[in-house]
């Protein structure tokens, strides 16, 4: 079995994260510095000033929103701060109904080059329908905003967040060190564009646990540049399953490595576990990567890996994927195919797929032993196999 490596700096993360919340003696009221709970009056900058309040603290601070409803326009918590920040939400983060107010910007909730940052509880309402409406009948619309984001953070811990009609992506998590996203909730209609989930890229330590995730996209994508990553006990579905890729779009990306998804149930899902990567020629790569513990419930490609994704057949000259896929490992996938092929493997002809391991597999089509498909690809089958395997 490949070796799996997870730091254990974040596996204690998360406890010296509860210690350090438990001693925070300064805390800042929303509504003191202006904020009305009444989901009508703009509460954008008495949030911002009780961000600069906790940020400039020198003591360990809280910044608590009540119960009630608030209006935020696009925002941006910057750092660094001097000390540890949490975010305690009682209440609605509401985004304004008229979608193009988010402009261009890409994010709604942004924090920025922040260290030891909690969000606790609380739900964000993006309120992405008139936006998925703009996508699908008209022209010239915004690139449309991802509801929470990350970027350049570190030591962060997302937990009991719900997050609702995303207009893009619901949580963003872009070159961060030592993430935890706990116990969170992810809604959008199957049919909304691109309202992944959770998205994760450059960034090391990140682990997702015990989450729902009911979107019209990804459950949670895994960009390039994405080490360390610990998934366990997700709730996927409907949506497009969870997905290492697409990778391969540019020449030189940085690869994806020690990757672990366990103990975890897909329900109604356009796909379970998928290893995506463009048509065309790259230096990346997916390496030591365990799938194990999951249920498929009428999944329609359970176990997919494609490396033939060319949108439209244009930019990818020689149809041949460069990212180089070894040591994947699929172990105890149990359930129902809502497709006839229930494991697909559809590798590079130039970089075949190496090493790759299937174990105790039992996927069924109709109350009958599903298919398989193999091309371009190595490895080793052992244990219960159903369908009969092809690798």
């Not at 989901?39 to 608590?64: E, V």
Request: aromatic residues 8%; proline residues 5%; positive net charge.
């Amino acid at each position: 079995m490949a070796k799996f490596v997870v730091s254990s700096v974040v596996l204690s993360f998360f406890y010296i994260f509860q210690l350090s919340n438990a001693a925070s003696t300064t805390s800042y009221n929303v509504i003191r510095f202006g904020a009305k709970p009444d989901g009508k009056t703009d509460a954008t900058q008495p949030f911002l000033k009780a961000w600069s309040a906790a940020c400039r603290s020198a003591t360990p601070s809280t910044i608590y929103v009540p119960k009630g409803r608030y209006l935020l326009k696009a925002i941006v918590f910057r750092g660094p701060c001097r000390s540890k920040i949490t975010f305690q939400i009682g209440g609605t983060l509401v985004a304004p109904t008229d979608y193009r107010a988010l402009g261009n910007s890409g994010y709604w909730i942004l924090f920025i080059k922040v260290n030891r940052v909690s969000v606790i509880g609380g739900t964000l309402d993006a309120k992405g329908a008139g936006f998925w409406a703009c996508r699908k009948y008209r022209q010239n619309c915004p690139v449309g905003a991802s509801s929470l984001t990350f970027n350049w953070a570190n030591n962060i811990l997302i937990s009991g967040l719900t997050s609702i009609n995303s207009q893009s992506i619901h949580l963003v998590i872009n070159g961060c060190k030592n993430v935890v996203v706990r116990n969170v909730k992810a809604i959008a209609p199957d049919q909304s564009p691109n309202t992944d989930g959770i998205h994760v890229q450059i960034s090391t330590g990140v682990t997702i646990t015990g989450s729902t995730l009911q979107t019209g996209d990804d459950c949670i994508s895994i960009g390039p540049g994405t080490r360390n990553m610990v998934m366990s006990n997700i709730k996927c579905g409907p949506g497009h399953g969870i997905s290492i890729g697409s990778l391969g779009k540019e020449l030189n990306e940085d690869g994806v490595e020690n990757i672990m998804l366990t103990n975890s149930v897909f329900s109604g899902s356009d796909n379970g576990v998928r290893i995506k990567s463009w048509a065309k020629p790259s230096n990346g790569f997916v390496r030591k990567v365990v799938f194990q513990n999951l249920i498929m419930k009428d999944v329609k490609n359970p176990i997919i890996i494609d490396q033939n994704y060319c949108p439209g057949n244009t930019g990818c000259p020689r149809q041949n994927s460069g990212i180089k896929i070894s040591q994947v490992i699929y172990k105890n996938i149990q359930g129902t195919s809502a497709t006839a092929e229930a494991v697909t493997f559809d590798c590079s002809p130039s970089n075949p797929c190496r090493g790759i391991r299937l174990r105790d597999i039992k996927l069924t089509y109709n109350n009958k032993a599903a298919t398989s498909s193999c091309k371009n690809i190595g490895g080793t089958s052992t244990g219960v196999l159903m369908p009969e395997s092809c690798v």
